[in-house]
């Protein structure tokens, strides 16, 4: 358990994307790679965000687990 974030969990958000509410591709100086900003809502005060990188695999960055209005923070971006 990471950040109060189960792995399991966070296993299952990323190969059933049902929560994922938000997505936005950051820039990154390797070409070679892709990386994405996602969101995934369990409610209006519970959210999961990863930063997750892709290149032939996925690898997570970061995990924030965000508990109030993560909607907010959405509109901004």
């Known amino acids: ?4 974030v189960d ?4 296993k299952n958000n990323i190969i059933n994307p049902e929560k994922l509410v ?6 990154i100086e390797d070409k070679t790679k ?12 519970l959210c999961h965000r990863y930063i997750l990188t892709i290149n ?5 960055v ?7 209005n993560w909607q907010k923070i959405i509109e901004r971006k």
């Open 1 to 4: 358990m990471a950040r109060g």
């Open 22 to 27: 938000f997505v936005e591709k950051q820039e």
């Open 62 to 68: 970061t995990i924030i687990k965000i508990n109030r």
């Open 34 to 45: 892709e990386k994405y900003d996602c969101y995934f809502a369990y409610s209006d005060y």
């Open 7 to 10: 792995l399991e969990e966070v």
């Open 56 to 60: 032939r695999k996925i690898i997570i």
